[in-house]
């Protein structure tokens, strides 16, 4: 008998593996009809202002590359469109845009197609000079922010090749078009010759006060380690993952700690310990922040590709940033990927949302989820934890407890995923979930055949470019695969609308912005498209729910000009709203999560039909980083306050 079992086990377990790939097939497909709830959406689609010209400027499908790379260069080219909304003007709206167009590797300024007449100017392109951008670098994302703290706007904007630059919002511009002055944010010696500092392959940046002393940190994701990835004439000491599942060989993390600003320049000095080194090596595509344990020190959680995602405890201190790695603990029952930390999956998004609206934030992540080619799920990361103490306790000790409940959801499989937002768009009281989708787009042939075989290939031989299969112009892998816009639905699981409401280009999208970009409470979003022309989608649902929006302020360090708003925005300000229906839900300023797409600053909750006063629980830091607590009662509708010792409401601009 015991011969007999053992000679049916490779039998058995080929059948017990058909059976589970069938039954992940059917789940993926069972999934709620979106026609139940599609007629409560609609969004019309709205050019983009463009700068004067820029469909006269020569455009591009790939890039050049190192000749290392240049058999898999439409595989180097799959990223770098970016996307953000927010205040660029200082009028209190989230109106203005940047955009990364691969196309022409410009960074454009723009507003958004729905602002109002104040919020206007022509659109440009932001300039460099004097700062070195060359051939050689292609920028990667941008993202706004007031990081000298001087009630103005900055762009923050990073790349391919060099260093992040920053554009400071120049005081002596007179509105409604702001200017920039750029400069170095990590300095290297100057160099007629061209450029002399680090070359970083920046593909994420997560900004908040992580050490907690009042001013916004830079905390950076790289991709590929340094190395001349963009230059043709680059040296052959390039690389690619030297794993699948478990790749340690990449750009990884850098942590910029701010000093100290200088004539209006904000210093940062690198914290070359603030993580775990062998947890910071990773090949990083996203990062998020959020606080999970009331201390208003935001936690991290970094989407890298080809292995481990990370979550990190804050341990800092006003001068110092410190980060510990902590990891979930799942039964026998559970996937080792299903486990958070130890997961062999692409992460690509990530955000901090409070989706199941208890008042703590759970996590929300993109990977690779194409049926048929690269299946692995999405992630819906539930916060397991009964308060913030026991979170605090338990992400002290290394564990992280949270669950994994993606296919409970109805959110497991969207595609090859990319950039990842939680937004109420019908402001029902229950967030919808954006993501973008695709990666090569070709019409010479499917190669997914050669990627599936590099996937089952020894880790010894990935590590080197010549080995990959060819990526190509003409090839496609998952090339037309439409971005996600998911409802909930009264089941409690989430239906794909996108197509149901007219959003489905096929032209592979990145990031994601979110933002109220008219004032009203009704939240629009934009898309960036790789190889193709950014997306705008102003929302017009019907019968929108009412809301509440905290635009929240500390005292900016200068006296106003045209470009300055009401203050600084308050990095890591968190709010609580407990509605008179008994619900709670909490929300945070985002100084920028995700891949390559940057929300607005404004805390914004849907009410659905309650029009009764809410209670909302504000925590933030003052400009010297004490802590403060403050409850107030609101009208549904849009405030604005000044947070110092104390919340002082103050008129929305």
């Known amino acids: 008998m015991r011969e007999r079992i053992r000679t049916l086990t490779p039998a058995i377990c080929a059948l017990l593996l058909v059976t589970s790939l069938f039954a992940v097939t ?37 890039r050049e590359v190192n000749p290392a790379y240049h058999r898999i260069r439409s595989w180097i080219s799959s990223v770098g469109a970016g996307i953000a909304i927010n205040d660029l003007t200082g009028n209190g709206r989230a109106s203005g845009m940047c955009v990364v167009d691969t196309r022409t590797d410009s960074v454009v300024v723009t507003h958004t197609p729905t602002a109002p007449a104040a919020d206007r100017f022509t659109a440009f392109i932001l300039d460099p000079k004097p700062q070195r951008v060359d051939k050689t670098m292609a920028p990667m994302g941008c993202t706004p922010g007031d990081f000298n703290s001087d009630g103005r706007m900055d762009l923050l904007v990073y790349y391919w090749g060099r260093t992040p630059v920053l554009f400071t919002a120049d005081k002596s511009a007179s509105g409604p078009a702001p200017s920039y002055r750029p400069t170095e944010v990590v300095p290297s010696a100057q160099d007629t010759d061209g450029y002399t500092g680090e070359q970083w392959n920046t ?61 209006g320049k ?21 990062l998020g922040g959020g606080d999970l344990t009331d201390d208003l020190l935001p936690e991290v959680y970094a989407a890298n590709d080809f292995g481990h995602d990370h979550l990190f405890y804050n341990e800092s201190a006003p001068g110092t940033i410190r980060f510990r790695t902590a990891t979930g603990d799942g039964g026998w029952t559970t996937p080792k990927s299903f486990v958070l930390g130890k997961d062999s999956f692409k992460g690509m998004g990530v955000d901090f949302v409070d989706l199941y609206r208890r008042g703590k934030f759970d996590m929300i992540a993109s990977n690779i989820t194409t049926a048929w080619g690269l299946e692995e799920s999405n992630y819906v990361w539930r916060n397991d934890a009964d308060t913030p103490d026991d979170m605090a306790s338990e992400l002290g000790a290394g564990r992280a407890p949270f669950s994994q409940q993606a296919q409970e959801l109805g959110l497991a ?19 919808n979930i954006l993501q973008t989708a695709g990666f090569v787009q070709g019409d010479g042939g499917n190669r997914w055949a050669w990627l599936q075989e590099l996937a089952t290939s020894n880790d010894v031989l990935l590590r080197e470019p010549s080995m990959w299969p060819k990526v190509g ?96 925005p308050a990095y890591n300000a968190k709010v609580t709203v407990r509605t008179a229906g008994g619900r709670t839900m909490q929300g945070q300023l985002d100084g920028g999560s995700g891949h390559s797409g940057k929300r607005g600053f404004d805390v914004h909750f849907g009410l659905g039909t309650d029009d009764r006063p809410v209670s909302a629980t504000i925590a933030w830091l003052d400009n010297q ?29």
Do not use: C
């Not at 995923?417 to 937004?423: H, L, V």
């Open 266 to 286: 904000p210093v940062y000095a690198e914290e070359k310990k603030a993580i775990p080194y062998d947890d910071a090596t990773g090949w990083t595509l996203a």
């Open 473 to 568: 112009p003409g090839d496609d892998i998952a090339g037309h695969q439409p971005m996600a816009v998911y409802a909930p639905t009264d089941s409690g699981e989430y239906a794909n609308i996108a197509d149901d409401v007219g959003i489905d280009s096929k032209t592979p999208t990145r990031g994601i912005a979110i933002g109220d970009t008219r004032g009203t409470g009704t939240l629009d979003f934009a898309v960036a498209r790789q190889w193709g022309p950014p997306a705008f989608y102003r929302n017009d649902s019907p019968q929108m729910g009412r809301h509440l929006e905290l635009q929240l302020y500390r005292p900016a360090d200068e006296q106003e000009s045209d470009l300055s708003a009401a203050g600084a």
């Open 26 to 62: 059917r789940a993926a497909s069972a999934t709620p009809n979106p026609s139940g709830v599609a007629p409560g959406y609609k969004f019309t689609p709205q050019s983009i202002p463009m700068p004067p010209g820029y469909e006269k400027l020569p455009r591009k499908t790939v």
């Open 413 to 431: 499989w969207t595609g090859w995923t990319w950039d990842i937002k939680g937004a109420d768009l019908k402001n029902s009281g229950k967030l």
């Open 625 to 653: 980083g004490e802590r403060h607590k403050q409850t107030v009662r609101l009208d549904p509708g849009t405030h604005a306050f000044m947070l110092t010792d104390t919340a002082e409401e103050i008129g929305v601009r």
């Open 203 to 263: 593909n994420a940046v997560s900004v908040a006060d992580y050490d907690g002393d009042g001013h916004p940190d830079l905390l950076i994701g790289n991709y590929f380690p340094e190395s001349a990835v963009l230059d043709p004439a680059g040296q052959n000491d390039v690389v690619m993952n030297d794993s699948m599942s478990n790749a340690k060989n990449g750009g990884g993390l850098r942590v910029l700690r701010w000093v100290r600003n200088d004539g």
